[in-house]
C-alpha cells in the first residue's frame, strides 16, 4: 500500500467541496444526454423506415456502446486517460465500460493520480442509479490511492488511523471501499461503528460514507441509529442519504429500513428537520408518494411493504435511485 493516511485530512475536505459541485456536474450530464437524444431524433430521415416520434412525447435514446474505434484509441492512451475515459463512458451507461474497467483497473494501480476532472467523475459515479458504476469508481478510487485489496492494507490504515487521529476520515471513506471489495468486511464494520461515536464530527461524518461503501444489512441499523441521535445535522443527513440513496444497498436492501424509518416517525425527540427528512427517506426509497404522515405510511407498509420489497427483489438488483 503506497497511499498515505497522512494525506487524509485535504484530500477529505477536498472531498466534501467537491459535493458542492455534483449538482452542476449532473445538471450538465443531464443536458448532454438529452441533446443526444434530441440529434438522434433530428438526424432521423424521413423515408428511412424509421418510426418518427409522436410529437409532444418523449423518446428515449437508445443505450450507446463503446465502438471498436474508442476502444482502439483507448488502449494507445496512458492509464490517466483510459481510466477517465472509462469512468465516463460508464457514467453515460455505454455498455463494456464497466467490463473494461474492470479488466484494466488492476494495472492502473500506481501510474493513477488525483485531477480534478477524476473527482469531479467519481462525484457523479458514486450517485449513478447503477450500483455497477458506483462499483467502478470504487476501483478506480483505489487504484488511484494506490492501495491493494489485501487485508494488509486495510491493517497499515487501521494502524495509522490508531495512532493519528486527523487520519480517520480519510482511514474510514477507504475502508469502506475495501470492505465493498471484500477486504475484512467485518472488521472494518466493526471499526466504523466505533468511529460513528466519534468526539469529531468530521470522523463521524465519513465513517457513516464509509458504512455506506459496504451495502451490508448490518449497516441499516447503524444509519438508523445515526439518524436519530447525532448531535450534528450533517452527520444526520448523511445517514438518512445512505438509507435512501447513496452507497451500495440495493433497493430491496433499503426496503428493510422502512419500519425503523416510521418508528423514527413518531419519535417526538426528532425536530422538524429530521421528521422531514425521514419523510423523504421514506418516499424515496418505496418509491411511494405518501405525505408527512405516520399513521398513512405504518398502514401502507401492513398492506403494501412485502408487495414493494418483492418488486425491487425482481427488478434489476443494480438499479438504484440516483442522478442518471
Known sequence: MNGNPELGTPYVQGLRESRT????????LSLLLIGRANAQQAATPVGSGEQLPVP???VAADQSKLSEHNIEWMQTQPPQVEAEFLLSAAINHDKGATDWINKLVDGWHGKLKRTQRWEDLQDTALYSN????????????????????????ADQIMRTAESNRSSRPWAAWELGMLANRGVEPERIHQLLVTYIH???????????????????????????????????MDVRERAGCSLAKSGMLTREQRMKAVPGLIDLSEDDSLNETTRNWVFQALREISNEPLPNNSAAW??????????????FRQGDSWAVLGNN
Open 21 to 28: 459541485r455534483t449538482t452542476w456536474a449532473i445538471l450538465a
Open 56 to 58: 409532444g412525447k418523449w
Open 130 to 153: 447503477d450500483l455497477r458504476v458506483r462499483a467502478a469508481a470504487i476501483e478506480i478510487n483505489l487504484a488511484v490511492n494506490n492501495l491493494a485489496k489485501t487485508d494488509d492494507t
Open 198 to 232: 466519534d468526539p469529531e464530527q468530521q470522523t463521524r461524518f465519513w465513517a457513516v460514507e464509509g458504512l455506506a461503501h459496504l451495502g451490508t444489512d448490518e449497516t441499516i441499523k447503524d444509519f438508523l441509529d445515526v439518524f436519530r441521535s447525532d448531535a450534528s
Open 298 to 311: 405504518r398502514s401502507w407498509y401492513s398492506k403494501s411493504g412485502a408487495a414493494r420489497q418483492q418488486e
